[in-house]
């Protein structure tokens, strides 16, 4: 279920498939600078469409720079030589740190002046460190707020005779791949020390190989100084294909894992130049299945089962290892995550983030200045996931809806910076709970038909008018109103329903024939009729749907709560036949009924379901019309099942 704010995920039971993915954010921002930095045209395929290439892409167009969109994900890059033609611009790159560090060095040795400038999170990641050792190359750049931090004002550089400048490894690789992709635009030998560890270094591998591409070779002394030679200058190899992303493989293929597969990722394998790849790795230690060739891999779930926790050092795997927090939430035993620091200085610090997050499923969390630990809940609950507008929280937080109550993702949206279409290419490789909804009008026999099809195939059973029923009881019972409709809502949070078999608890009390009568019935239409009730019950609906799976009767049962059912019915009879049918269920309890006066209300309630606002009684899209008329139960049953055979 989806809306402009959220994004609710049902239980999930299996993955499987194959999943093609986008290019790689990080390599298709890093082809696309250094094809503008080239002499010659570049024709850069398989880029990756999101937010954050769409500010490189911005950029570079302010900047004088030609791009040309040849097809969807192709681009020709006519280079400036390292010389942008325009030298006044003011350029606005969001929240992208793979745009934002490296424009700022390259046009921080050229010649003009340039504002810098993002989002607010954009403004709260530091950039001091990569500012620092450009001053040192005789750059002029002045800070427009906070002292360390965007936004920036670059003037034109009065370049040093500096041969060596220093830049921390501590903090983010993306200030060391700064420096390097920016190197080439001087005319001379320039050597970067790192100061500290470097984190991230399969990042800086992939900066490494992009320029080798394009015709610069760095010289290095292990992890500790990197030297661009004199001389040096890019060009065009005519033709870049952007990889996969080898960060948005791991979602799948922890889905795979946790999903029991197979699942196969096309786009990214063994020759993949990204160290994310090596997410499979640490997969692979906690027990999942793995498989690769030169340019997919696979996951399938552990032979044992069940995935087990792991203690494991993630400077190779900074963003990929964020999955393996999530999953671990399906491990046995506690999982740390390790040497994770540059998280407090991504798109939101997400260390914290991600405990607070996995707290609200039930987690046990321990967090410190670089690691983390996990340590799973019996139960993992259903709960609105906050992203922070951080596409990785949102995509991790996805394989949560494996658990047993699905999940929640608030602002799904936020995907958008690497991955717009993830949650549709998600839904394609997972299997959901299934659900059978069944509605119809009053007396339709629905109820009957739905417990009856729960108990052939296994599945629990959800009689929604039931929940409408038992809250006009409650109501009755406190006083409340039946048209007092915040006072209702309220109350629909609150009561206790239970179902066990053909039994029915609220607050704990076993509830008998009074739910049956047509003064509870005449209630349930009208509470049903309720914005505000109806919002307030959702939640408890769509927490019946367990694994195996449901079968739930109702009014809008697939249009509204369940509209991804994979089968969906209305079942629907004459009003005489209704009315019979009611007359004789009365009767069988020893109830006293009226034939003409239950015609005539059943015809009175059907008027007012299908003209209320709030979920009006009517044939949802994909439903298939089933009339009883002519039926008995028993053929009612066998039509449904048959009906649900065909589907599977």
């Known amino acids: 279920m989806t809306s402009d704010n959220f994004l609710d995920l049902p239980p999930l ?63 020709r890059v006519t280079g400036c030589g390292g010389n942008f033609p325009n030298k006044e611009a003011e350029l606005f790159l969001g929240n992208a740190g793979t745009a934002f560090r490296p424009l700022t060095a390259a046009l921080a040795l050229s010649g003009g002046h340039y504002t810098l400038s993002g989002v607010a999170r954009m403004h709260e990641r530091p950039i001091g460190d990569l500012v620092d050792a450009l001053r040192a190359l005789g750059a002029n750049i002045d800070y427009l707020d906070n002292e360390g931090f965007p936004p920036l004002e670059i003037f034109p550089a009065t370049l040093s005779d500096a041969a060596r400048v220093s830049v921390r490894g501590d903090v983010s690789s993306q200030f060391l791949t700064a420096l390097l992709m920016a190197l080439p635009l001087l005319d001379r030998e320039v050597t970067v020390e790192v100061a500290g560890e470097l984190i991230s270094k399969p990042y800086i591998e992939i900066t490494l190989a992009m320029m080798k591409r394009f015709g610069v070779e760095v010289a290095r002394d292990g992890w500790r100084s990197f030297t661009v030679a004199a001389g040096s200058r890019y060009v065009s190899p005519g033709t870049v294909y952007v990889e996969g992303d080898a960060s948005s493989a791991s979602y799948f293929l922890a889905a795979g894992a946790i999903g029991g597969g197979p699942l196969r990722i096309e786009g990214v394998g063994s020759e993949s130049i990204q160290g994310d790849v090596r997410f499979a790795d640490a997969l692979a230690l906690m027990g999942a299945q793995i498989t690769m ?58 260390i914290a983030a991600m405990a607070t997050e996995l707290r609200k499923v039930g987690a046990t969390m321990e967090e410190g200045a670089d690691y983390i630990r996990v340590t799973p809940p019996a139960h993992i609950r259903h709960a609105a996931i906050d992203t922070y507008d951080d596409h990785r929280m949102a995509m991790c937080f996805s394989l949560a809806a494996f658990g047993t109550e699905g999940m929640c993702i608030n602002d799904p949206g936020c995907v958008a910076k690497t991955f717009p279409e993830y949650f549709s290419a998600f839904a394609g490789m997972t299997q959901a709970v299934p659900v059978i909804a069944i509605d119809g009008p009053s007396a339709s026999g629905k109820g009957t038909v739905a417990q009856r099809v729960a108990t052939a195939l296994g599945m629990h059973y959800l009689d929604s008018g039931a929940l409408y029923r038992l809250l006009g009881l409650a109501a009755q019972r406190r006083g409340v109103a039946l048209d007092a409709e915040a006072q209702l809502a309220k109350l629909a949070g609150q009561i206790d329903i239970r179902f066990e078999g053909e039994d029915i608890w609220l607050d704990g009390v076993k509830v008998g024939d009074e739910l049956r009568t047509e003064e509870a019935g005449s209630a349930a239409s009208k509470v049903a009729a309720l914005h505000q009730v109806r919002a307030a019950l959702l939640a ?16 809008d049962m697939a249009s509204v709560v369940f509209p991804d059912s994979v089968l969906k019915i209305f079942l629907t009879a004459s009003a005489e036949a209704r009315a019979e049918r009611r007359y004789k269920q009365l009767k069988e309890k020893g109830m006293s009924a009226n034939i003409a006066a239950l015609l005539q209300d059943i015809r ?45």
């Open 13 to 75: 039971l299996s993955a499987r498939g194959t999943v093609t993915l986008p290019g790689s954010k990080s390599i298709s921002n890093r082809v696309l600078l250094l094809a503008a930095l080239s002499a010659g045209t570049t024709e850069v395929r398989d880029v990756l469409l999101s937010d954050d290439t769409e500010r490189m892409l911005d950029g570079l167009r302010k900047l004088g720079v030609g791009v040309e969109q040849v097809e969807s994900h192709v681009f």
């Open 293 to 350: 060739g030169p340019n997919w891999m696979e996951a399938r779930g552990p032979e044992s089962g069940k995935l087990k926790a792991i203690d494991l050092d993630c400077n190779h795997i900074p963003d990929a290892a964020m999955t393996l927090a999530v999953a671990a939430l399906f491990a046995e035993g506690t999982t740390t995550l390790r040497n994770i620091a540059s998280w407090r200085v991504k798109e939101t610090d997400r």
């Open 540 to 555: 408890k609906q769509r927490a019946f749907r367990r694994a195996p799976g449901l079968v739930a009767d109702g009014r």
């Open 604 to 648: 009175a309630r059907d008027e007012r379901d299908t003209q209320r606002s709030a979920a009006p009684l009517q044939q949802a899209p994909g439903a298939s019309l089933l009339d009883t008329t002519a039926l008995n139960i028993e053929q009612a049953v066998a039509e449904v099942l048959a009906r649900y055979r065909a589907k599977k």
